[in-house]
């Protein structure tokens, strides 16, 4: 196989062990599921601007369920494990890439996230307890790599809508997809792909999203919790 299938593939495996780890402890579970939802309330609070702007709604939406959102993908991602091969010969090797990249942010995801749901003294969020599982936590490297992976996919579904041949051929993709197993990843990458074809040029719409995601990850590490300021600072959280 492929390195970019074989990478694809030990992304998936850190996903499934993330998830054997918290289906054998229930609290945990509890605590990452909220982590989960408190996050994706955090995205459409943070970008509730965009999300009332006709240009913009859709990619939005798009990073909420697709990237931010508290859904289990379990049953997709194991469907998707056994297919990988397929996925490698049948796709184009730039979608490939994106799905590697898509594939490493969806592990250090799942791995971040079951961190803070350990830091979590109940499966109440709120913005204190969410900044305080994040200091517990640290690792800004990660922090930091998973907003460029982030940004990576986002770029690589706008590249994609200055590219007529590619869009024929994801389209072509549609039976040999499905039959491969593939469908679900198809649907992701179409989505992503008409999405940002509608908006036209997505450079602003990301530019905005790595600034305000790198300003949050830099304030929840220097916020001083200890301090009467804290909520203050932390007021722009849901």
Do not use: C
Request: hydrophobic share 40%.
């Amino acid at each position: 196989m492929s390195p970019e299938g074989l990478a694809i593939l030990e992304n998936l495996e850190k996903v499934a062990a993330e998830r054997r780890s918290r289906a054998d402890d229930s609290l945990l579970d509890a605590h990452t599921r909220a982590v989960k939802a408190y996050q994706h309330e955090r995205f459409a609070h943070t970008y509730v601007d965009l999300m009332a702007q006709p240009r913009y709604a859709d990619a939005s939406r798009f990073f909420l369920e697709q990237l931010y959102g508290p859904q289990d993908f379990t049953d997709r991602d194991s469907q998707f494990a056994r297919v990988v091969p397929g996925l490698v010969r049948i796709f184009p090797h730039e979608l490939v890439s994106t799905v590697r990249s898509l594939s490493e942010l969806h592990a250090l995801s799942e791995e971040m996230d079951t961190a803070m749901g350990r830091r979590l003294q109940s499966s109440r969020v709120d913005a204190l307890a969410y900044a305080r599982a994040w200091q517990e936590v640290g690792r800004p490297q990660v922090r930091a790599r998973q907003i460029e992976l982030m940004l990576n996919v986002g770029g690589a579904l706008d590249r994609y809508t200055r590219n007529p041949i590619l869009r024929h051929s994801l389209r072509l993709m549609r039976g040999p997809a499905r039959a491969a197993g593939l469908a679900a990843l198809q649907g992701f990458l179409e989505s992503g792909f008409d999405t940002f074809r509608a908006m036209k040029g997505g450079t602003e719409f990301l530019a905005t999203i790595a600034a305000r995601e790198r300003q949050l990850a830099a304030l929840l590490f220097a916020v001083d919790l200890r301090s009467d300021r804290a909520t203050t600072e932390l007021s722009g959280l849901p």
